[in-house]
């Protein structure tokens, strides 16, 4: 069985920093994909960021390049997003997600297991 779960949000001042993992068990480390979504209260779900497992290929949404990094543990099973120089237009609640592909997607319609989230809240 498929089990992802975040950990790491919480609550920051503006232009501090997070770093969230994604622990994920139950499924083969062979072709997979896993990506960063957020939602914000009223916004529809949105692709922050992912890694392929298989290459290590990288996309990040336009709105936080430079800003956070997304890099795994293949020895632990766990993807990490580091996030810096936060901004009050980053709280959302943040959900990684697993697509059976060696390609990333920004879209969530590609991911079939999902975590729990996790609450990032940024005051200004």
């Not at 770093?19 to 083969?28: E, K, M, T, V, Y």
């Not at 072709?31 to 979504?37: K, V």
């Not at 996030?83 to 709280?91: A, G, I, R, V």
Request: charge should be positive; include cysteine; hydrophobic fraction near 30%.
């Amino acid at each position: 069985q498929v089990q992802l779960v975040e950990s790491g949000g919480g609550l920051v001042q503006s232009g501090s920093s997070l770093r969230l993992s994604c622990a994920a068990s139950g499924f083969s480390s062979g072709s997979s994909a896993i990506g960063w979504f957020r939602q914000a209260p009223g916004k529809e779900r949105e692709g922050v960021s992912c890694i392929s497992r298989t290459f290590g290929t990288r996309y990040y949404l336009d709105s936080v390049k430079g800003r956070f990094t997304i890099f795994r543990d293949n020895a632990k099973n766990t993807v990490y997003l580091q996030m810096n120089s936060l901004k009050p237009e980053d709280t959302a609640i943040y959900y990684c997600a697993l697509r059976p592909s060696i390609s990333c997607s920004s879209d969530n319609r590609d991911y079939n297991h999902w975590g729990q989230g996790t609450q990032v809240t940024v005051s200004s």
